[in-house]
């Protein structure tokens, strides 16, 4: 008799290891999932990071390569600045226009976002150009976020929207501007303008940028 109970006490006892046992195992295979589960997550966020990062830079590196390949004749502006007294004709002077915004792209590549935006205000403000006014206030806008002074970003991105309303980098200036929220912690204003983007844009990169953010917000 007390040989059964002490079977029975020996099998009550590996009954329950082996209970606890498999719940620990299921325990840490939950855990294991949970951490691949973040893994991805944060994995999917640096990629989203750097596919912005990466737009940007390839933005940057066309419009350096545009330039050079449309005027080899150079001016020297290294000492330009908005308070500079360097003079140009105006707006009826071609070679000046192309001049100055070559040396704003160029300053823009070098990352010398000081320069390279001080010549954009002068673009904008000096000569009449439909093609390079709506990218300078679109490079002026992202200058701007840059810096992190995202008041004026979204004032250059509005003015693009707003006067160039038919060019190729609005649906890029509307998802600019859903950053802008984003940044200013304005969630729902962010989701309202990215799924504007989504909706108005469908197969421009904005689009697809706007869509990855919004995932990201969930």
């Known amino acids: 008799m007390k040989r059964n109970s002490l079977i029975f006490s020996i099998l009550v006892i590996s009954l329950f290891s082996f209970s606890q046992e498999k719940d620990d195992n299921i325990v840490v295979d939950l855990l294991f999932l949970k951490i691949q589960e973040l893994e991805i997550e944060i994995a999917d966020l640096r990629n989203r990071l750097e596919s912005q990062d990466f737009l940007i830079q390839k933005l940057i590196e066309e419009s350096v390569q545009e330039t050079e390949n449309a005027d080899k004749d150079n001016i020297n502006l290294d000492d330009f600045s908005s308070s500079n007294t360097i003079k140009f004709s105006g707006v009826d002077d071609t070679k000046s226009k192309e001049e100055v915004y070559k040396q704003a792209i160029k300053a823009l590549g070098d990352q010398d976002f ?83 983007v989504i909706r108005e844009y469908p197969n421009d990169t904005a689009s697809s940028l706007a869509l990855q953010l919004l995932k990201n917000m969930e």
């Open 114 to 196: 000081v320069k390279a935006s001080s010549l954009f205000k002068y673009f904008v403000e000096t000569f009449s150009d439909q093609e390079k006014l709506p990218l300078s206030y679109f490079w002026l806008g992202e200058i701007a976020y840059i810096q992190t002074d995202y008041k004026s970003s979204n004032i250059y991105f509005l003015e693009l929207i707003t006067v160039y309303p038919d060019h190729y980098r609005v649906p890029l200036a509307h998802k600019k501007i859903g950053d802008i929220f984003l940044k200013n912690n304005e969630l729902d204003k962010a989701r309202d303008k990215y799924n504007f």
